[in-house]
C-alpha cells in the first residue's frame, strides 16, 4: 500500500473535492486513481473496499475510509486542524456544517434540468447573500481574530476559502458586502500549501463541465 493517501474518485470536483483541499492544506501530498468505468466502480465493491458501495473512498494510514465527514474528521484530527477542546471542535462542526449546505445547493446544479437553472442560482445567490455570508462575517466580527474558531487555522477555515472561491465563480459581487470574509480569503489564500494548491497544474478540480458530467454517468450508471 502507497504511503500516501490515495483517493479514489471520479476525476471531477464531486465529495471528494474538500478532501482534496484539506489535505492539500496540511501539506500532505496524495495519489488519485480515478473512476473511469463502471468496471472501476464494481471492482473496489467487489473487493470489499466500499462500505456502503458508494465512493468517495480514501486509504490512508492502512484504513480504507469512505463517508466525506469521515474522512475530513480523520484527516483534521490527524493534522491538528479540529480545534483545541471540544468546544472548538463543536464550533468547526456547527460550522463546517453551514458550508456544506450552501456547497451542496451548489453542487446540484450541474445536474439541474436547464429550465430550472436560473431558478437555481437565484436561489443560491439568495442564501449566500442573506444566510451564508452574513453568519460567518457575524463570526469573524465577533472576535476580530484571524481565523474562525481559536485563532488558528482548522478545516473549517479552508472549508470556507473553498465555499467563498465557488461562490465566486457563480457571481464574483457576492462577496462585495463582506470585507471580513474578503481580508480571510486573501489571509488564506496566501498560506504556503494553500497557495501550492491554487496555482495551476495542482490536483485542484476545475468546475465540473458536462464532459466530465458525461465521464460520472457512465462510470456511476445514474
Same mark, same amino acid.
Given at each position: 500500500?502507497?504511503?500516501?493517501?490515495?483517493?479514489?474518485?471520479?476525476?471531477?470536483?464531486?465529495?471528494?473535492?474538500?478532501?482534496?483541499?484539506?489535505?492539500?492544506?496540511?501539506?500532505?501530498?496524495?495519489?488519485?486513481?480515478?473512476?473511469?468505468?463502471?468496471?472501476?466502480?464494481?471492482?473496489? *465493491?467487489? %473487493?470489499?473496499? +466500499?462500505?456502503?458501495?458508494?465512493?468517495?473512498?480514501? #486509504? &490512508? $494510514?492502512?484504513?480504507? @475510509?469512505?463517508?466525506?465527514?469521515?474522512?475530513?474528521?480523520?484527516?483534521?484530527?490527524?493534522?491538528?486542524?479540529?480545534?483545541?477542546?471540544?468546544?472548538?471542535?463543536?464550533?468547526?462542526?456547527?460550522?463546517?456544517?453551514?458550508?456544506?449546505?450552501?456547497?451542496?445547493?451548489?453542487?446540484?446544479?450541474?445536474?439541474?434540468?436547464?429550465?430550472?437553472?436560473?431558478?437555481?442560482?437565484?436561489?443560491?445567490?439568495?442564501?449566500?447573500?442573506?444566510?451564508?455570508?452574513?453568519?460567518?462575517?457575524?463570526?469573524?466580527?465577533?472576535?476580530?481574530?484571524?481565523?474562525?474558531?481559536?485563532?488558528?487555522?482548522? *478545516?473549517? %477555515?479552508?472549508? +470556507?476559502?473553498?465555499?467563498?472561491?465557488?461562490?465566486? #465563480? &457563480? $457571481?464574483?459581487?457576492? @462577496?462585495?458586502?463582506?470585507?471580513?470574509?474578503?481580508?480571510?480569503?486573501?489571509?488564506?489564500?496566501?498560506?504556503?500549501?494553500?497557495?501550492?494548491?491554487?496555482?495551476?497544474?495542482?490536483?485542484?478540480?476545475?468546475?465540473?463541465?458536462?464532459?466530465?458530467?458525461?465521464?460520472?454517468?457512465?462510470?456511476?450508471?445514474?
Amino acid at each position: 500500500m502507497s504511503s500516501k493517501p490515495v483517493l479514489h474518485y471520479f476525476n471531477a470536483r464531486g465529495r471528494m473535492e474538500c478532501i482534496r483541499w484539506l489535505l492539500a492544506a496540511a501539506g500532505v501530498e496524495f495519489e488519485e486513481k480515478f473512476i473511469e468505468s463502471p468496471e472501476d466502480l464494481e471492482k473496489l *465493491r467487489k %473487493d470489499g473496499k +466500499l462500505m456502503f458501495e458508494q465512493v468517495p473512498m480514501v #486509504e &490512508i $494510514d492502512g484504513m480504507t @475510509l469512505v463517508q466525506t465527514r469521515a474522512i475530513l474528521n480523520y484527516i483534521a484530527t490527524k493534522y491538528d486542524l479540529s480545534g483545541k477542546d471540544m468546544k472548538e471542535r463543536a464550533l468547526i462542526d456547527m460550522y463546517a456544517e453551514g458550508v456544506a449546505d450552501l456547497s451542496e445547493m451548489m453542487g446540484q446544479l450541474i445536474v439541474t434540468p436547464p429550465d430550472q437553472k436560473e431558478a437555481k442560482i437565484s436561489l443560491i445567490k439568495d442564501r449566500a447573500k442573506n444566510r451564508y455570508l452574513p453568519a460567518f462575517e457575524k463570526v469573524l466580527k465577533s472576535h476580530g481574530q484571524d481565523y474562525l474558531v481559536g485563532n488558528r487555522l482548522s *478545516r473549517v %477555515d479552508i472549508h +470556507l476559502l473553498e465555499l467563498l472561491l465557488y461562490v465566486e #465563480e &457563480i $457571481d464574483s459581487s457576492l @462577496l462585495a458586502p463582506f470585507p471580513l470574509l474578503q481580508a480571510l480569503k486573501s489571509r488564506l489564500s496566501s498560506l504556503p500549501n494553500v497557495k501550492k494548491f491554487l496555482q495551476p497544474g495542482s490536483q485542484r478540480k476545475p468546475p465540473t463541465d458536462e464532459k466530465a458530467l458525461e465521464e460520472a454517468r457512465k462510470a456511476f450508471k445514474f
